[in-house]
């Protein structure tokens, strides 16, 4: 599997992270269509999602906001008239190291493109003049990133002072817009459940195509076929009052999805967001929450052949028996797509992964053998 010149992905097989967040090393010798990713609570599980986000996304700007500000990592920063604003602490991409911040550096073990994240000189001879002027006329230090994929190179200015707002956010959309390479498209889900709005748009995408099959064998999975058709409603397209319905066997008028509880709500997610980003990549975090255990295998059945069918590469992390016990028959059961499931450890302040075929997993399961 490589990826693609025109942003399309067709998958990694293997993954390599250095000096990002949380993780100085770790190589992941081999990623599936569909990975999962096992591990004590701060070993890095959810790090590794960041970075395949961040990957997707070339490194672009708005990609690391939203990671920075999603994880409340942001400095307080003044603009020209000496309001109080949020922005992100990009220091925190960086993985701690003595005081130093090394270079990111984000891609397969092997051959294939990279993405490069460091400190570069302000006035080196590559910054473009429009930066370099910005920098010269601020009153405070700006320090600048360098962000790289492939052959593409664009620069990220950031400081704890703003002295123009506009003219910064300017010319990091101006910036941003230097790299060239088209982002993968991506999907990540979190611990939690989707909000009904996002849940809404998601339907949107799929609504009368071929892909709302998808997201009904989803519900079926929790409710058999007593449930029919699928609607999104609200008054404001894009306002807070939108929220997904579906007609229930029994019931003379559709009821609200998140009536029907974490279960039906969390897989239907899981399946549009499985139809929203075909040829490209998702991200579940803790993929067993809102599931029970007895739906395991038939839920990650449904990941399995969705992700192979769509060309959606999946990583997804959990702390879950039963999910892995799951994993491992559904993997058994789709012999000819590639299922894999890797432990995250850590000793003596390094993050290692232990991988696990589709044999060892199943043999795993019969045995009872502790994974996790």
């Known amino acids: 599997m490589d990826e693609l010149a025109d942003g399309r992905h067709d998958g990694l097989d293997s993954l390599s992270i250095s000096g990002f967040r949380g993780i100085g090393q770790l190589a992941i010798p081999r990623l599936g269509r569909v990975t999962l990713i096992a591990g004590k609570n701060g070993v890095g599980k959810t790090t590794v999602l960041d970075a395949l986000r961040v990957y997707a996304a070339r490194g672009r700007f708005d990609a690391l906001r939203e990671l920075l500000i999603g994880r409340e990592e942001w400095t307080t920063m003044r603009d020209e008239d ?28 092997e051959d294939g493109p990279t993405l490069k994240i460091s400190d570069v000189d302000n006035f080196g001879p590559d910054i473009p003049e429009e930066l370099r002027d910005f920098i010269l006329e601020s009153e405070e230090e700006v320090k600048v990133l ?14 704890d002072v703003v002295l123009d707002r506009r003219r910064y956010f300017r010319i990091l959309r ?8 088209a982002p993968t498209r991506c999907e990540s889900l979190g611990p939690g459940l989707l909000k009904s709005t996002e849940l809404a748009t998601l339907w949107d995408e799929v609504a009368l195509t071929d892909y709302e099959a998808l997201a ?19 008054e404001d397209y894009r306002g807070s009052g939108r929220r997904v319905i579906v007609k ?11 009536s029907l509880g974490d279960g039906a709500t969390r897989t239907f997610g899981v399946a549009l967001a499985l139809a929203n980003c075909r040829d490209g990549i998702l991200l579940i975090d803790e993929a067993e929450n809102g599931i029970h ?6 839920f990650w059945k449904m990941v399995l052949r969705a992700a192979e069918r769509h060309n959606v590469q999946v990583v997804a992390t959990t702390h879950s028996k039963d999910c892995i016990d799951g994993f491992a028959v559904a993997a058994a059961d789709c012999p000819d ?11 003596n302040g390094k993050t290692r992964a232990v991988d696990y075929s589709k044999e060892e997993l199943e043999i795993a399961a019969e045995q009872n053998i502790e994974v996790r």
């Open 248 to 258: 229930v066997a029994d019931h003379t008028d559709p009821v609200p999805l998140r």
């Open 146 to 159: 360098s962000v790289g994929f492939d052959d593409a190179r664009s620069f990220l200015p950031w400081s």
């Open 174 to 181: 101006s910036l941003n817009r230097e790299i060239s390479a």
């Open 216 to 234: 009904l064998r989803a519900l079926r999975l929790v409710f058999g076929d007593r449930v029919g058709p699928v609607a999104a409603i609200g």
């Open 293 to 298: 255990y007895s739906l395991q295998s038939r």
């Open 82 to 109: 000496g309001d109080r604003i949020n922005a992100p602490a990009f220091d925190r991409l960086f993985h701690q190291n003595n005081g130093t911040r090394p270079t990111i550096e984000i891609g397969p073990i």
């Open 337 to 347: 797509i590639s299922g894999n499931l890797v432990r995250l450890e850590r000793r």
